[in-house]
């Protein structure tokens, strides 16, 4: 289900596919993050024209709303938000970490309290996997204990402890579910801890990849890159590696040099809430003035329908103004910035040209206006 | 460039064709409301597959931001935002009346305080021509002096009087534009005012047709219709008619029976934003939990995209998590209902079955869940 069909000179970075009952999933992947069954400001048609081959949902956040009795009786998070392309869930266990302000949390599992739209929320492994197959999802993570970076060696290592048993748990609750399965690497900042949990998980048969959970909580840059690096020398070669969350096209870029396949996160979106915007010349802020009289396209070489219909003139005003037009076009440019990049670095690979296109790229990252 | 090709028995309801620089404009016609030059939450794609001909947009508010200046440099609304149908501009005549709190006015024009982005604006019958000049407005409207329902008949009448003197200033700014300009009948809730109005405007020169401003400003529904009867009797047959700001479909069906031809309106859009939606079986809450489990369209009569490619139960998920997308489907879904009900209406007179649509559609707008 996962091959690995390149990799390239002076680099871990390889080019592979993942195989689900959807389509057949060109590796490296950036994944657009549909937490709620949308892509947030996205159309269909929009989201269908940005060629990503799968989604993220969350299992936290179906679970509150519509909640699983939706899926069992309308069959599955696919066909309810009409997307004909894979969907990978989350488990919930990062809510454990973002929500850990209104949640109780022992061996069993997770209780939150103050759910919109109801009293509280159970998660265990057993529940968010059930969840996770009512979704129909096709790639699945185990439910785990996410920390932040600040934890003591202590806290890191009793939760990745408890995340062992969960990803096991999760393994027994999987049953006959068509859906992959990853197990999640913890152990915070504490490099031998991060070993220790690559080395348990891997040990375990029966998982189809392996996630890199607990980053992108507050680290800094080196650190997450030398852990993101000590555990991809550890994982099988043989199946696909995700981390989790991460980032921005620099945070991506490094990450597949150091042979993460699977990428996700929020950024191309909520920045365009916020009037910025990723081009081949660097990083925009529409918000800015200088935008104001600029008859010329956000980006002219991309064929997207912010660069190809609209001027940076018109996008400013929607920007200043607020206007929701705004954000939906710039997310819309932003997530295919991202799906673009992720296409340049597997043809990089494939032609053993990536070293220097990371080289370039990097330049290309520096530039903010 | 306006003429009336149809009309159906029992009925003042009228069927014609409106000729502007870009395009011919069947009439009865709605106009989506593009205030700040975006119909708010669609996309240029979604605008052009509502088949809405004519856009309205906003003076007053063009002018506070992007600024005359703008369009001066870059070349027009219409380029601007990529729209190829025609634009109506309103005068920024109704701010005088909705921001009646921030504004002084006399004779000379009216004063805006506190504006988004500028210390004041100053709006006189020159200023305003000239901006909807700069906009290249296919139809400008005369700066007018717009009193709300309540106000006295001495008020009301001395803001008449003022109308018709900026009547014939905008008539005199008008230049060599290739714009139309309509005069606006003002007068209130005062039936001798109103026919004072329609009278001395049609006696003026040079209008390309008449607009009926000041209603939907707070007064009965009995009063507005009677209302719009007596003017539309009192002007030339063979100048279209715009009734601004108004308004639901029955508000439309019954000015449409009255002799109306234009209409603009924000409700498609404003209601969407709070989850209500028209459809061929009546007005729908997406609110409502009714709609949590139902998995079939909202119209199945309905072309959109709201409607043919997700269920009422991911529709009330969208409104109900209030993601963007609920409300963008909506307005769409909204958007379309009335511009295929102008439709409707035009063969309905043209076929000369117009007073029987009429009961029906009167049903049917009278069903709410």
Not at 1 to 13: D, E, Q, V
Not at 165 to 194: C, H, M, N, T, Y
Not at 207 to 216: K, P, R, S, T
Request: hydrophobic share 40%; glycine share 10%; aromatic share 6%.
């Amino acid at each position: 289900m996962f091959s690995a069909l390149a990799c390239a000179t002076g680099t871990r970075a390889r080019r592979g596919t993942l195989t689900t009952a959807h389509n057949v999933i060109a590796t490296p992947v950036f994944m657009p993050v549909g937490t709620r069954g949308t892509v947030r400001t996205q159309t269909l048609p929009q989201l269908e024209a940005l060629g990503a081959p799968m989604l993220l949902a969350n299992t936290y956040h179906l679970m509150g709303r519509p909640g699983i009795e939706l899926f069992e009786r309308l069959g599955g998070l696919h066909r309810w938000m009409g997307w004909g392309g894979s969907i990978l869930t989350d488990s919930g266990g990062f809510q454990v970490f973002s929500l850990a302000t209104s949640r109780t949390i022992d061996d069993d599992g997770a209780v939150f309290q103050d759910v919109a739209d109801g009293p509280r929320l159970v998660l265990t492994p057993e529940r968010s996997i059930a969840m996770q197959r009512a979704i129909g999802s096709d790639v699945m993570m185990v439910f785990d204990h996410c920390v932040d970076a600040t934890s003591s060696h202590d806290d890191t290592r009793l939760a990745m402890e408890r995340t062992h048993r969960w990803a096991r748990r999760s393994l027994a609750a999987r049953g006959d579910s068509p859906g992959k399965l990853f197990a999640i690497v913890q152990g915070g900042r504490f490099a031998e801890l991060r070993r220790a949990s690559a080395v348990e998980l891997v040990g375990i048969d029966g998982f189809d990849g392996y996630a890199i959970g607990g980053l992108a909580v507050g680290e800094e840059r080196a650190e997450r890159e030398d852990i993101t690096e000590l555990v991809t020398e550890l994982l099988p070669v043989d199946r696909p590696r995700y981390l989790m969350g991460v980032g921005t096209p620099l945070d991506i870029l490094e990450a597949v040099h150091r042979g993460v396949d699977l990428f996700d996160c929020i950024l191309p979106t909520a920045l365009a809430q916020h009037g910025r915007a990723f081009t081949q010349a660097g990083k925009l802020d529409l918000r800015k003035g200088l935008h104001r009289f600029v008859d010329t396209p956000l980006d002219p070489t991309c064929p997207c329908e912010a660069c190809t219909r609209h001027s940076r003139s018109y996008l400013h005003h929607l920007v200043k103004t607020r206007e929701p037009l705004g954000w939906q076009l710039l997310a819309h440019h932003n997530l295919r910035f991202y799906v673009r990049m992720m296409s340049d670095i597997r043809d990089a690979i494939a032609n053993d040209t990536f070293v220097a296109y990371r080289a370039a790229l990097r330049e290309i990252l520096a530039t903010e206006e």
